[in-house]
């Protein structure tokens, strides 16, 4: 029936759920500090940051000042740059918003205080991928038409939900997945291939 949860066994048309280690560091506090020369030259070198790029980030150092947080750094700041097309005021903007909405929600700490069940996990098909694009970025896939959400809504909750969604995204943020590919292709991870599959999405999934 409509109201049934089959939460019993994953679907077998699911891939296999997270192969991100659980274990993560931190990644340094943030702030004016991390605003360095050398940190500059990284970013522009990395992320292939023009001139005027920089030029602007530099102005967005002096706006942030405020903000002691790990994400303040030239190699989040330049994401918000970009997305805003090249606009410091909307940059600023944007980038105060996503500071504001993490410690309100307390994603910083995401991982002392939530853990996922296995079913849960079970029942959501997402998985970083072994090997990388032809371009060398990696890869994270979601299947959300194989997932079970109705069940899993049933069963622990709208809150339990956005929980485990902050969760899943954290961990290709933090450390172990950040070192280990920086380890294989020698470059810091500055893109990520994206790929949602919709196959099977339906009414239940909404």
Not at 152 to 174: A, D, H, K, S, T
Not at 176 to 189: D, S
């Amino acid at each position: 029936s409509a109201s049934a949860s089959p939460l019993s066994k994953p679907n077998k048309d699911t891939v296999s759920p997270i192969i991100i280690p659980y274990k993560h560091d931190y990644i340094d506090s943030g702030g004016p500090d991390d605003w360095s020369e050398e940190s500059l030259h990284y970013v522009a070198k990395w992320w292939k940051a023009t001139p005027e790029e920089v030029e602007k980030l530099l102005a967005l150092k002096d706006r942030l000042d405020d903000i002691h947080h790990f994400t303040n750094h030239p190699k989040f700041v330049i994401y918000f740059l970009r997305d805003r097309h090249g606009n410091v005021d909307h940059a600023e903007t944007k980038f105060r918003n996503m500071v504001a909405w993490r410690l309100e929600e307390h994603v910083d700490d995401i991982f002392e205080r939530y853990q996922p069940p296995e079913l849960m996990l079970d029942h959501f098909p997402v998985t970083c991928l072994k090997d990388y694009d032809k371009e060398g970025d990696p890869i994270w896939l979601e299947r959300p038409g194989a997932s079970d959400a109705w069940g899993v809504y049933q069963r622990w909750g709208r809150r339990n939900m956005e929980l485990f969604n902050i969760w899943i995204r954290e961990l290709p943020l933090r450390g172990v997945f950040c070192k280990e590919y920086e380890r294989r292709q020698q470059r810091p991870p500055t893109k990520m291939l994206v790929i949602l599959d919709l196959h099977g999405y339906n009414s239940r999934h909404m």
